[in-house]
């Protein structure tokens, strides 16, 4: 049974920073891509950032050169290194993984930057 758990929000102030961390179970982990999601108050869910099972990376446009993804395959574990947060990256952050056809997600940990 596939289970992500992610943890490391909380409340910050812009241009501060957060670390989030997803910690993965149930699969072989070093073969799945990961995805980190984020759904802000009457948004859709958009993907922020990418970390291939080889650790390459993706970004949105909007969190270029602030954002870094990044895997540990041997603790199960991902990460997105958040800096110079803007209240417009409040959000509910989500790790994801899509393995045999079905897309499987943690509960999500909340973001919240202030002004």
């Known amino acids: 049974q596939v289970q992500l758990v992610e943890s490391g929000g909380g409340l910050v102030q812009s241009g501060g920073s957060l670390r989030l961390s997803c910690a993965a179970s149930g699969i072989i982990f070093s073969r799945y891509s990961m995805g980190w999601y984020r759904q802000a108050p009457g948004k859709e869910r958009e993907l922020v950032a990418r970390i291939t099972s080889g650790g390459s990376t993706n970004y949105a446009d909007s969190v270029k050169g602030r954002f870094a993804g990044s895997r540990d395959n041997a603790k199960k574990m991902v990460y997105l290194q958040m800096n110079s947060l803007k209240p417009e990256d409040t959000a509910v952050y989500y790790c994801?993984?899509?393995?045999?056809?079905?897309?499987?997600w943690g509960e999500g940990t909340q973001v919240t930057v202030s002004s």
């Open positions: 994801q993984l899509f393995s045999g056809g079905i897309d499987y």
